[in-house]
Structures are given as C-alpha cells and as structure tokens.
C-alpha cells in the first residue's frame, strides 16, 4: 500500500512540475520598459566635458544595467544621446527581491557647451529632468575626486 502511495505521490508532484515550468516557457524574459516617469539626471560641465549622473528605478533587483553609451546624431550635431540598456535576469538562479531598486550610472563625454541631451532607455526615448550642478557639487557626483588629498 505505501509502495502505491509513493508512485501516486511522484506522478502527482512531476506533473505539477511540468505545469510550472510549461507556465516559464510562455513568458520569456523581456528588457524592461522605460517608465513613463521622468528620470533626474545631474549635470556638470567643465573645460569642454559633461557630465551625466542619474539613477533608474526598475520594478525588481534581477536586472543588470549594462554601460552607459554616449553617441551623437549626425542630424543634430548639438546633441548628446545617452542609451542605457536594462536586461531582466529574473529566471536566472540567484536570489531577486520584488521590490523596486535604483540603478544609478554615470556617463562622461566630451560635446560643445549647450550641446542638448537625450535619454533613451532600451532604444525608447524617457523623459529627463536636467538639473545643472557645479562640477564639484558633491550632489552632482557619485565619486567626488577633484577634492581628494593626494
């Protein structure tokens, strides 16, 4: 009788696992979208060079922010386009917590003085809110290195 209970048991909990796993194949992991949410970025200039400081909510903590990539457009020449790419590692075998996580990145690039700048996250443009900062203003960057004893 036990030998019948255990068989019942094995069959029950491997079809309960093939219909979870059955319910992953049909969501594949997708990049995630920009939030509709206007993103703050920080804003330095000096000598030639910019400086671009921010930080990007994302709904959990699987995600990896790839660098950010600095480019122009060849039909604005007075713009700086900064692309961030965001993949989602949901599935991926480590621990993630549901709750919504900043991503902060930094990007530096040499463009004229009132060179404009637009964001694009995973290729979709996102609202920004530029605030301008003075170069040393240490709310303005992540790593303040002008100021440290040599």
Not at 32 to 46: D, E, G, L, R, V
Request: proline share 9%.
């Amino acid at each position: 009788m036990i030998k019948w209970i255990t068989i019942v048991a094995f069959v029950f909990s491997g079809l309960i696992l093939w219909f979870l796993f059955q319910g992953l194949s049909l969501n594949p992991p997708t990049s995630a979208p920009p939030s509709s949410n206007t993103i703050t970025i920080m804003h330095a200039y000096k000598d030639g060079v910019h400086r671009y400081i921010g930080a990007l909510r994302l709904p959990h903590s699987c995600y990896d922010q790839l660098d950010p990539l600095v480019s122009s457009n060849a039909k604005m020449p007075n713009s700086v386009i900064l692309s961030l790419t965001t993949r989602d590692k949901m599935l991926d075998p480590r621990l993630c917590f549901q709750i919504t996580t900043t991503y902060p990145f930094e990007a530096i690039t040499d463009a004229p003085e009132d060179a404009k700048m637009i964001l694009r996250v995973n290729g979709e443009s996102v609202p920004v809110n530029l605030v301008e900062t003075a170069w040393q203003d240490p709310r303005g960057t992540i790593l303040n290195l002008e100021n440290n004893p040599k």
